[in-house]
């Protein structure tokens, strides 16, 4: 069965520190993979995708993900938090005719 | 350059009732899906219209009918409300002939079933 887990409900961080949020999926082919952003009361926002070559890709706003295909993963990581990156993160697998979503992360960060 | 619009952004509605959401997509995209969002869980994929035509269908009943208008808007119908139905809902469009075009959200409509 495809599915997105994503083990973290809640991550708390100090603004400036690390972030690295996970993410594993089961998927019978080939994945794409995505990972968008939710602020509260808003739609989804593409942060970045996965299609094919460069396991590492780069996103908007600092982000960055890395495919392990041994681990089936795509976490999510940004080396400095910025306050204004609290919101819900989620991970999705599949292409454009029918995504499946993890059940999210909500990113609170400290002052 | 409009993204995608969703009306209304928030409603009220009764169990039993029907209820109409509606959604403009970007500018030059073609194919709209709508996802259904219950709280503190990830979105979950409804169906998706291409050429006025459902092309895929996610895991929800009948009483979850859509329709695409030849200027690619598209509304949401759910019939004979349930208080689970009470979600956000969120309309995606993307463009057919560009291979893997990212889906494109809209801020959602914001339905509660009392």
């Known amino acids: 069965a495809q599915s997105v887990t994503q083990p973290d409900i809640h991550i708390t961080v100090s603004e400036g520190a690390s972030l690295e949020l996970r993410c594993n999926y089961s998927?019978?082919?080939?994945?794409?993979l995505f990972w968008y952003v939710q602020s509260p009361g808003q739609g989804l926002q593409l942060l970045l995708k996965y299609f094919s070559g460069d396991t590492l890709v780069q996103g908007i706003k600092g982000f960055e993900a890395e495919f392990k295909r041994s681990q089936s993963s795509f976490n999510l990581r940004k080396p400095s938090v910025h306050w204004s990156d609290a919101a819900e993160y989620f991970c999705?697998?599949?292409?454009?005719?029918?995504?499946?979503f993890g059940t999210g992360t909500r990113l609170q960060v400290f002052p | 350059d409009a993204g995608v619009t969703q009306s209304p952004t928030h409603l009220i509605k009764t169990r039993g009732q029907q209820v109409t959401l509606r959604c403009s997509p970007k500018?030059?995209?073609?194919?709209v899906s709508w996802y259904q969002q219950a709280l503190g869980q990830g979105p979950q994929f409804i169906f998706q219209y291409y050429e006025e035509e459902e092309r895929q269908r996610g895991n929800f009943p009948d009483r979850f009918s859509g329709h695409q208008f030849p200027n690619y808007s598209s509304e949401l119908n759910v019939n004979a409300l349930l208080l689970g139905d009470s979600a956000l809902y969120l309309c995606?469009?993307?463009?057919?002939?560009?291979?893997?075009?990212?889906?494109?959200f809209g801020n959602g409509t914001r339905l509660t079933v009392t």
């Open positions: 998927y019978g082919a080939t994945p794409y």
């Open positions: 995606a469009s993307s463009f057919r002939q560009l291979n893997n075009s990212p889906l494109h």
């Open positions: 999705a697998v599949g292409n454009t005719d029918k995504l499946i």
């Open positions: 500018s030059g995209h073609d194919t």
